[in-house]
């Protein structure tokens, strides 16, 4: 008795061949993807605040945002430096800062402060930097820690990083 050849193989079997549901997905070898936005590496996103920066970063394929570390704002320089020194131990590929807009889309005070930060960023950092439109992102992040059990008190610096989540997971999803 022979052996049986393997299934979709057998002697007579017509059927065309076609790729596997995996190789379909794949690009094409010459295909190239286009935009900082498509490329794979770590997103920084900041939520810029008078006394406090909030960050957070993406997974290495720059899918999924998670909350990062809080700064203490002494002086823009140092929270400057203190970016990029996260840009460069993380390998972060692309920062993008939350803007505060108002809710009728005009600047105020605090959008303001978040463009001095991104100037400064653009000029000091060797990778591109944009803006976010972040309205209603901290009220978002305080009533999703509200709603996971976190007391206020608790919430105070870590609300800052969940919003800069929230700015980048929106900028993920934006961008896909």
């Given at each position: 008795?022979?052996?049986?050849?393997?299934?979709g193989?057998?002697?007579?079997?017509r059927?065309?061949?076609?790729?596997?549901?995996?190789?379909?997905?794949?690009?094409?070898?010459?295909?190239?993807?286009?935009?900082?936005?498509?490329?794979?590496?770590?997103?920084?996103?900041?939520?810029?605040?008078?006394?406090?920066?909030?960050?957070?970063l993406?997974d290495?394929?720059?899918?999924?945002?998670?909350?990062?570390?809080?700064?203490?704002i002494?002086?823009?320089?140092?929270?400057?430096?203190?970016?990029?020194?996260?840009?460069?131990?993380?390998?972060?590929?692309?920062?993008?800062?939350g803007?505060?807009l108002?809710l009728?889309?005009?600047?105020?005070?605090?959008?303001?402060?978040?463009?001095e930060?991104t100037?400064?960023?653009?000029?000091?950092?060797?990778?591109?930097?944009?803006?976010?439109?972040e309205?209603?992102?901290?009220?978002?992040?305080?009533?999703?820690?509200?709603?996971?059990?976190?007391?206020?008190?608790?919430?105070?610096?870590?609300?800052?990083?969940?919003?800069?989540?929230?700015?980048?997971?929106?900028?993920?999803?934006?961008?896909?």
């Amino acid at each position: 008795m022979s052996p049986r050849p393997p299934v979709g193989k057998r002697r007579g079997d017509r059927r065309r061949s076609t790729p596997s549901r995996d190789e379909s997905l794949l690009p094409d070898e010459n295909e190239e993807v286009q935009g900082a936005s498509r490329q794979q590496g770590r997103v920084l996103g900041v939520d810029s605040g008078s006394r406090r920066i909030g960050l957070a970063l993406s997974d290495p394929l720059g899918c999924i945002a998670s909350p990062y570390q809080v700064l203490v704002i002494r002086k823009l320089a140092e929270a400057v430096d203190q970016i990029l020194q996260i840009v460069k131990e993380q390998e972060v590929r692309l920062i993008v800062v939350g803007l505060p807009l108002r809710l009728s889309g005009e600047a105020g005070e605090s959008a303001s402060q978040a463009r001095e930060l991104t100037d400064r960023l653009r000029v000091q950092a060797a990778i591109p930097v944009e803006e976010w439109d972040e309205r209603l992102t901290s009220v978002g992040a305080s009533r999703a820690m509200r709603q996971a059990g976190v007391k206020e008190e608790k919430q105070r610096g870590r609300v800052d990083m969940v919003a800069a989540a929230l700015i980048l997971q929106s900028y993920l999803d934006g961008h896909r």
